[in-house]
Structure formats: structure tokens, C-alpha cells
């Protein structure tokens, strides 16, 4: 695929809601993310749940957010909420936020 084809590349907001804060899930989102080739971020929220902006190969994301609603071996994930939003062009890291 060429770089200036987007056509089979998507981005999505996720929030994932569970035991997920102090379980190393942030890590495992960026270690699955780096696995998958998925571009985007992760970081805590003050209400206990983590946020996601994942965007990369429609396929591969579909298969990073199957993997990530297991979560790490200590996490449990109970709900995980996804939303398509608009993707960001030249992106080409994933990254923990603190």
C-alpha cells in the first residue's frame, strides 16, 4: 500500500472500562499496538478507564482492539466503547501520554 493511500486505513477512539489502571495496561496497549503496526495513543483517565486513539491498516486495528479488550494478565476488561473519528495523516507512532 502507498503512504498516500488511506483508503483501507482507519482511526478510532476507544475507552476501556474495568480494572485497567495500575495493571501495566497502557504498556500492553503500546506493545500490542507496536505488534500490529498501529499508529496513535493511550493514556489513563481520572475516572478509571483508559483511553485509546488507535488508526492503521482496517484489519490490523480490528485485530489490535480484539486483543486489547483481554487486556494484561493482572487487567480486566468489563465494557470497551469504540467510535471512528477522522484520521490523522503522518502518524506513525504509538505513544503512552501521561
Not at 486505513?9 to 476507544?14: F, G, K, S
Not at 495500575?22 to 500490542?32: A, S, W
Not at 496513535?40 to 480484539?66: D, H, M
Request: hydrophobic share 40%; net charge positive.
Amino acid at each position: 500500500m502507498r503512504s498516500s493511500d488511506t483508503s483501507m486505513i482507519q482511526r478510532c477512539a476507544i475507552v476501556v472500562i474495568g480494572r485497567v489502571q495500575g495493571v501495566g495496561f497502557r504498556f500492553f496497549t503500546k506493545e500490542t499496538a507496536d505488534m500490529y503496526g498501529i499508529s496513535g495513543w493511550v493514556r489513563n483517565c481520572f475516572n478509571g478507564n483508559v483511553e485509546v486513539e488507535a488508526q492503521g491498516n482496517e484489519e490490523l486495528l480490528r485485530q489490535f482492539i480484539k486483543e486489547i479488550k483481554k487486556g494484561p494478565m493482572f487487567g480486566h476488561v468489563s465494557d470497551l466503547k469504540t467510535k471512528d473519528i477522522k484520521i490523522i495523516a503522518h502518524e506513525n507512532e504509538f505513544k503512552i501520554r501521561y
